[in-house]
């Protein structure tokens, strides 16, 4: 019996979109022009939030303790968190099979912040939604079955801040509008410190409500659609190329989270584990493990273009997708740890892109590394996913010793008990 938990129909799967490849994949990516643009961006903006540390509060919130070794998670909307039959079901599950852990949409692809907040300046930006009634009550009822709480944010992909602070936006270089990707999304400049306190505002609001951790997506530059157009209000390639813009939000959010004792998390691409550049949207493998708990590929085998590690039509082998994938990500974890244990290093000095001998790409010895926790197809996309197939892909990840658990997709937020192993 398949246990439906909520009809919502996503727009998108976590990270789905054009397949971008490097060597084994096809990769559609186009180079900005030359051409100028027509018009200019303010050169003041107001902050749309101030940096906010957590505040205290007369009961400090309290994380899931022990936090479980291994998590196992599915993904859940903020729609469906806010469901009691949901969460009904999903209790039951854990209560009577391995799943421990559940990632609940908190800021959507939408820019909606689906739980109130007693921030003023998300509340002045009028962009809650509130779908999570009661969160704090949410989080205490799934910590007293054990069920370890990750609250998903996505990043620059947001259409409501992009069109209510267009001057944050990412622009069409030619007309001055808000540029649109093919799915008719908005997106935000990466590079604006202004955005990045935003997002530290709506992760504060979270933690101090006691989720154990926060699980940033959409964390890189635009890649589906015309990017000829792009134009960015404060991104300078001239003086950072993507990927080192991209981890400066990286160290950013280190700095400015990493004092609380929720964990972090992020998600990358399932072709950072194999890619040998940023694919083009600023996204490395090594630039990430320094400053985040956990980074979580995507390496649903669907999305993975066809011929890539020899398989002509890669979904039906989601075994072999993943644990390739996984194993070239540990193999590159390890020669980074490796690497740590003796001397400073520039990260990614061997990838095509990067200069080693610059000083802003390195990291101190003994640094610690965040550990693999890969988000793995549930959903039925190039193969119907039986729940043998979502199986092969989490002993996949055994298989390659990406041991501190794994995170299930489906838009729909249907999973079938029988994914899971009993207790």
Do not use: C
Not at 156 to 176: I, K
Request: charged residues 20%; neutral net charge.
């Amino acid at each position: 019996m398949i246990i439906h938990l909520h009809k919502y129909t996503a727009l998108f799967a976590l990270g789905l979109g054009a397949v971008i490849s490097i060597g084994i994949f096809s990769f559609g990516l186009r180079n900005h022009n030359a051409q100028q643009p027509i018009f200019g961006f303010p050169k003041v903006i107001t902050f749309v939030a101030q940096k906010v540390a957590p505040q205290p509060t007369p009961q400090q919130p309290k994380r899931l303790s022990p936090v479980p070794q291994t998590v196992k998670a599915v993904y859940l909307t903020a729609w469906s968190a806010g469901n009691p039959k949901t969460i009904d079901t999903i209790i039951n599950l854990a209560d009577t099979t391995e799943l421990n852990g559940v990632v609940i949409d908190i800021k959507d692809y939408t820019g909606r912040v689906m739980f109130e907040t007693t921030s003023d300046a998300i509340k002045k930006l009028g962009v809650e939604q509130i779908q999570i009634p009661n969160f704090k009550d949410l989080i205490e009822k799934l910590h007293s079955h054990n069920i370890y709480v990750i609250a998903r944010i996505a990043g620059f992909q947001d259409v409501y801040l992009a069109e209510h602070r267009p001057e944050l936006a990412v622009r069409n270089a030619y007309t001055g509008a808000i540029w649109r990707d093919k799915k008719n999304l908005a997106w935000v400049d990466p590079a604006n410190t202004e955005v990045w306190d935003y997002l530290i505002d709506i992760s504060n609001q979270a933690i101090n409500l006691g989720v154990d951790e926060i699980n940033f997506d959409y964390i890189r530059f635009p890649s589906d659609g015309d990017i000829s157009l792009l134009a960015y209000p404060t991104y300078d390639a001239t003086k950072l190329n993507k990927a080192k813009q991209i981890k400066a939000f990286f160290a950013y959010i280190s700095e400015h989270l990493g004092q609380t004792d929720a964990k972090l998390s992020l998600d990358l691409f399932g072709l950072s584990t194999v890619s040998t550049t940023d694919m083009g949207i600023g996204q490395v493998l090594e630039y990430a493990l320094p400053y985040f708990d956990y980074v979580s590929p995507m390496v649903y085998p669907s999305h993975y273009a066809n011929g890539s590690f020899g398989y002509k039509n890669p979904a039906a082998y989601p075994y072999e997708i993943v644990f390739q994938s996984m194993s070239q990500a540990e193999l590159r974890r390890a020669k980074l740890l490796q690497s740590l244990a003796s001397t400073t290093i520039a990260i990614a000095s061997s990838t095509q892109q990067f200069d080693a001998s610059e000083k802003n790409n390195t990291i101190k010895p003994d640094t610690p590394l965040g550990k693999f926790r890969p988000w793995l197809q549930a959903f039925d996309l190039g193969a119907v996913y039986t729940p043998d197939m979502v199986r092969k892909q989490i002993q996949a990840t055994y298989d390659a010793h990406a041991t501190s658990g794994w995170y299930l997709w489906n838009p729909t937020n249907t999973y079938d008990p029988t994914i899971f192993l009993k207790k």
